[in-house]
């Protein structure tokens, strides 16, 4: 039994896809001001008419939740070893369908995992590549413990206090994660969810393995983006995983007043780095 997705097409068109994974803990959502965007610069700068398409990831939106047995099983902590895997084939497997064999897979935070984990498992299907806040570490020890008692919570009480941190600011936060606008979208978002979901999502990125050694294998183009005041996911952190990739160039693109959901936030500025991808493959 594979993993179910539930695609959302923001537009058709011919040629390679560009297929936007969701940030966790929303849904595909959070692209949609960026694919808009996407779109109209598409148009603006004369560029063949290309698919967009934002699936919501599994447990996610729409998203079905897998099954532990469609998950690829469960460790004796609680974390799916096997669930990345699963949902990029999912991924693959939903691209085949529509009748392309390759797509331009732009991922943020845990949507970029994901695009690791197609990179290393069908790299036949990448025309290209967008890696916006994320990391290709697995998690530590800690990390990993954090999001089984996560995913626990979840699942015993429907609860999603534990993730509503994502709406919630600092004073160092970008002036748009300060903005209470921000905060109520991300907080409606995140209520929206379903919390088995959340609670999936957060065994399976428990679970995932270190994706380090699939950088320098890359050799499609690649584009990275993020956020100068992202917390967990900053220049210095992004930077190195760019020069890592020793196989292609890597377009790296820092915004500026920006925190974790680069696309949410600046939906232009990632707009216009995807289009600068989606130039390079055509």
């Not at 939740?65 to 693959?92: C, Q, R, W």
């Not at 921000?182 to 919390?195: G, S, V």
């Amino acid at each position: 039994m594979a993993i179910e997705l539930a695609n959302h097409i923001y537009r058709d068109g011919e040629g390679v896809p560009v297929v936007l994974m969701n940030a966790y803990p929303v849904d595909h959502r959070m692209w949609d001001e960026c694919a808009e965007a996407l779109e109209a610069a598409a148009v603006e700068h004369g560029v063949k008419r290309f698919p967009i398409w934002g699936p919501d990831m599994p447990g996610a939106g729409e998203g079905p939740i897998p099954s532990d047995e469609t998950s690829g099983g469960k460790d004796a902590d609680g974390a799916f070893p096997n669930g990345l895997d699963h949902m990029a084939d999912a991924y693959v497997a939903m691209l085949h369908a529509a009748g392309y064999d390759k797509a331009i897979w732009a991922g943020l935070s845990m949507g970029g995992y994901l695009v690791l984990d197609i990179q290393r498992l069908h790299p036949e299907a990448v025309a290209a590549l967008a890696l916006c806040d994320t990391k290709a570490a697995a998690d530590s020890a800690q990390m990993r413990a954090k999001r089984i008692a996560i995913a626990e919570a979840c699942e015993s009480t429907g609860t999603h206090e534990p993730v509503m941190g994502f709406a919630a600011s600092t004073p160092e936060d970008s002036t748009i994660k300060q903005s209470a606008a921000y905060r109520e979208q991300f907080t409606t978002w995140i209520n929206e969810q379903p919390a088995e979901g959340i609670a999936w999502r957060e065994r399976m990125a428990a679970g995932r393995p270190d994706l380090n050694d699939v950088l320098p294998a890359i050799t499609a183009p690649v584009a990275v983006i993020c956020g100068d005041k992202d917390p967990s996911s900053p220049p210095s952190v992004m930077t190195p995983i760019a020069d890592a990739m020793t196989g292609t160039s890597a377009d790296m693109t820092v915004v500026f007043d920006c925190g974790h959901f680069s696309a949410y936030e600046h939906p232009q500025a990632v707009a216009d780095a995807l289009l600068a991808l989606v130039r390079r493959v055509q």
